[in-house]
């Protein structure tokens, strides 16, 4: 089984600031790796997915994640937040097949004007 | 585009109530997912289907059942509601194919008083 812990609950930045939001995992077998961005009263979008290949993601939005295979990492990051990036964010682990994903609890991140 | 939709966007019953969630998607995608999302908890399944007539329990199931009697509609069902569901629900589905990601619908948001 896999499991995903996101290290920050709450995640406060100034507008313009950069900002790094941690995502570990666990698992016996290989991942695809994902991050999911929430807004208020809204379900989970796709910002980016790992599959194979290079390690360094882009998504949507400006925000990128690299994938670190030793370190069982997968942070996500973007070199300079707006006030509309502020929402929930999930990572996620599934298996090759798809048929099973893993959640983290979340980090949510608030962007100060 | 994949599409997946829920019935309701916010639901209000009672204690006791028999409460229907339903969730539909527009093409002949397989697998979906039932999750309840809570505060700090992050996403937690409720139950799948990889196809019709076909569930399988996930981590929460107590307290739900569901239904698939046509590929495009997975159904869950609360046989009587309790305080300790209020929560946000949202399906999900995997298309498979050239697609990795979990689709999500808007997502119920359910209050039992």
């Known amino acids: 089984a896999q499991s995903v812990t996101q290290l920050d609950s709450q995640v406060p930045v100034f507008e313009e600031a950069p900002v790094e939001l941690r995502c570990n995992y666990s698992s016996s077998v290989s991942v695809y790796l994902f991050w999911y961005v929430q807004y208020p009263n809204q379900g989970l979008q796709l910002l980016l997915k790992?599959?194979?290949?290079?390690?360094l993601v882009k998504g949507i939005n400006g925000f990128e994640a690299e994938f670190n295979k030793s370190q069982t990492s997968f942070h996500l990051r973007k070199p300079s937040v707006h006030i509309s990036d502020t929402a929930e964010y999930f990572c996620?682990?599934?298996?090759?097949?798809?048929?099973?994903?893993?959640f983290g609890t979340g980090t949510s991140l608030t962007v100060i004007p | 585009d994949v599409k997946v939709t829920q019935s309701s966007r916010y639901l209000v019953k009672r204690t006791g109530e028999k409460v229907f969630l339903e969730c539909v998607q527009d093409?002949?995608?397989?697998?979906m997912f039932w999750y309840r999302q809570d505060p700090g908890l992050g996403l937690r399944l409720i139950y799948f289907?990889?196809?019709?007539?076909?569930?399988e329990k996930g981590d929460i199931p107590e307290g739900y059942s569901v239904s698939r009697e046509k590929k495009e509609r997975f159904s869950l069902i609360l046989e009587s509601a309790s305080t300790n569901q209020t929560s946000m629900y949202l399906c999900a589905i995997t298309p498979g194919g050239s697609y990795n990601e979990q689709f999500f619908g808007p997502g119920t948001r359910l209050t039992v008083l």
């Open positions: 790992y599959l194979s290949g290079s390690t």
């Open positions: 289907s990889y196809d019709v007539k076909m569930k």
């Open positions: 093409m002949d995608h397989e697998n």
């Open positions: 996620a682990v599934s298996d090759l097949a798809g048929n099973q994903f893993y």
